[in-house]
């Protein structure tokens, strides 16, 4: 299910950016609440469903290694394995706890993982 883009391309589109700038949350949960979402999209873009399930760590390294490639900085690469594989477990952990796959996670769900931390 691992869909080829533009690598420069924003993964959220407008209307979702805009739905998130009208929820009734503060400026930080707003901001965590994009985060969470460009990295569920970026995460949907990288794995399978079913790879996702087992959260394979290579698949995500070599996906962060190809990008740091682009700007020649290994740094990056390390720093955005870990945040981006941070992010997926605990958006597997949380969709599991509310009984969704991480794919079907939502706006909606985000908000609610976002106020309960």
């Not at 990056?76 to 079907?104: M, N, R, V």
Request: glycine share 0%; with cysteine.
């Amino acid at each position: 299910m691992s869909i080829q883009r533009d690598p420069f391309s924003n993964p959220l589109n407008i209307q979702i950016v805009e739905a998130i700038d009208q929820l009734d949350l503060t400026i930080m949960q707003k901001h965590h609440v994009r985060l969470l979402a460009h990295c569920l999209n970026t995460l949907k873009l990288i794995f399978t469903e079913d790879s996702i399930k087992s959260l394979e760590e290579n698949l995500l390294k070599k996906w962060c290694d190809n990008q740091s490639k682009k700007f020649n900085d290994e740094q990056f690469s390390d720093l955005f394995y870990e945040q981006l594989s941070a992010t997926a477990k605990k958006l597997d952990t949380f969709s599991h706890k509310i009984g969704k796959d991480i794919w079907d996670l939502d706006i909606d769900d985000l908000v609610m993982f976002v106020k309960k931390s």
